[in-house]
């Protein structure tokens, strides 16, 4: 698996983007959202049952991503199509603010060391990179176990702030000096 210090794999995907007719999908890369910290989540499948709380979780904090110069990415092997079906059959994800990325034949997903080893899946992992395309912070969670917006934000702000961060640090409370 690729962790900190790793740079985010070169990809080519189709992504949701839309539900305007037309303007549905468009193909992202490594390089698109240049300048800006990205946040990639993966989950398993689309039509699961853990995944749309993760996802409309993370839909309904986009703008505090967006506060923090970040682009949300979400991503799962499933392919464009099934992803935007499944945005038009769940009212949670109708509206959905960010891309839903389809890594159809498990490039990216193998790429970062994510797939589950028996159902060939990703896991719910979630990489922060930074603007120059280095990973940040890795957190990979099992396939049964959602994981928390709040906690990937609190991250992104303690690694924005490029100082000493203690312990449930959060943003506005004092870092460490040396």
Known sequence: MLTVGDRLPAFSLQAVVSLDKGQEFQTLTQESFQGKWKVLFLWPMDFTFVCPTEIAAFGKRNQDFLDRDAQLLGASTDTHFVHLAWRKD??????????????????????????????????????IVDPE?????????????????????????????????PCNWQKGQDTLKV
């Open 90 to 127: 769940h009212a949670d994800l109708r509206d959905l603010p960010f891309p839903m990325v389809a890594d159809t034949k498990r490039e990216l997903s193998a790429a970062l060391g994510v797939l589950h080893k028996e159902a060939g899946v990703p896991l719910r992992a979630t990489f």
């Open 133 to 165: 395309g280095v990973i940040r912070h890795v957190s990979v969670n099992d396939l049964s176990v959602g994981r928390s917006v709040d906690e990937v934000l609190r991250v992104l702000d303690a690694l924005q702030t490029d100082e000493l961060c």
